[in-house]
């Protein structure tokens, strides 16, 4: 069974950092696509930034450009996503997630539980 553990989150004050992880368990090769969501009260869940650990290749949702920085370490099977200058909007619950890159466009497979972000003025 495959399981996302994750970890970090917490408060901190604007223009602080945060380092977020996501452990996946229970797969041996597949599951490339790897990405970070966040889902702020009364807001649809946005993807904040997401990967392809085999190319690899990124992708940055515009908000976070330049701040967020997302990685992956293929020998611990674990998802990081860098955050630095964080502001009050980036205030949200943050989730892994992971999926295989083919076919195209399908939806991920396997979430984590979700970590809260909450950064303050």
């Known amino acids: 069974q495959v399981q996302l553990v994750q970890s970090g989150g917490g408060s901190v004050q604007t223009g602080g950092s945060l380092t977020l992880s996501c452990a996946a368990s229970?797969?041996?090769?597949?599951?490339?696509?790897q990405a970070w969501f966040r889902q702020a009260p009364g807001k649809e869940r946005e993807g904040v930034a997401s990967?392809?650990?085999?190319?690899?290749?990124?992708y940055y949702h515009d908000s976070v450009k330049g701040r967020f920085t997302i990685s992956h370490d293929g020998a611990k099977k674990t998802l990081y996503l860098q955050m630095n200058n964080l502001q009050p909007e980036d205030t949200a619950m943050y989730y892994c997630?992971?999926?295989?890159?083919?076919?195209?466009?399908?939806?991920?497979?396997?979430w984590s539980q979700g970590t809260q972000v909450t950064v303050s003025s």
């Open positions: 997630a992971i999926r295989e890159c083919y076919p195209d466009s399908r939806e991920f497979d396997y």
């Open positions: 990967i392809n650990t085999a190319g690899p290749t990124t």
């Open positions: 229970g797969y041996t090769y597949g599951y490339d696509c």
